[in-house]
Nanobody, 115 residues
Framework: QARLVESGGGLVQPGGSLRLSCAAS????????MGWYRQAPGKQRELVAR???????NYADSVKGRFTISRDNAKNTVYLQMNSLKPEDTAVYYC?????????WGQGTQVTVSS
């Protein structure tokens, strides 16, 4: 059964950078578009970046120009490079397919932006 494992989160000061990774097992990686989602305390989970199997990308307006999604098909891994981080980027970040397949929700990785 396919699994998604997120990593790379942490505590960073405003203006800093982090790179998140999502390792996928199984066959979903080559079939589906992949996305990075986030959920802040008290808010609904939202899609912040999406990448198709042919590496076309889309971003939420709130992260456009600061975040970059990419994928390494040889490693079955999706990345999210986050630059110029803001306190409002604080959330648990998850990867999943686009559209979502609920069975693949993982534990996520916490990103905290604070001075």
């Amino acid at each position: 059964q396919a699994r998604l494992v997120e990593s790379g989160g942490g505590l960073v000061q405003p203006g800093g950078s982090l790179r998140l990774s999502c390792a996928a097992s199984g066959t979903i990686f080559s079939i589906y578009a992949m996305g990075w989602y986030r959920q802040a305390p008290g808010k609904q989970r939202e899609l912040v970046a999406r990448i198709t199997s042919t590496s076309n990308t889309n971003y939420a307006d709130s992260v456009k120009g600061r975040f970059t999604i990419s994928r390494d098909n040889a490693k079955n891994t999706v990345y999210l490079q986050m630059n110029s981080l803001k306190p409002e980027d604080t959330a648990v970040y998850y990867c999943n397919t686009v559209p979502i397949l609920p069975v693949y929700w993982g534990q996520g990785t916490q990103v905290t932006v604070s001075s």
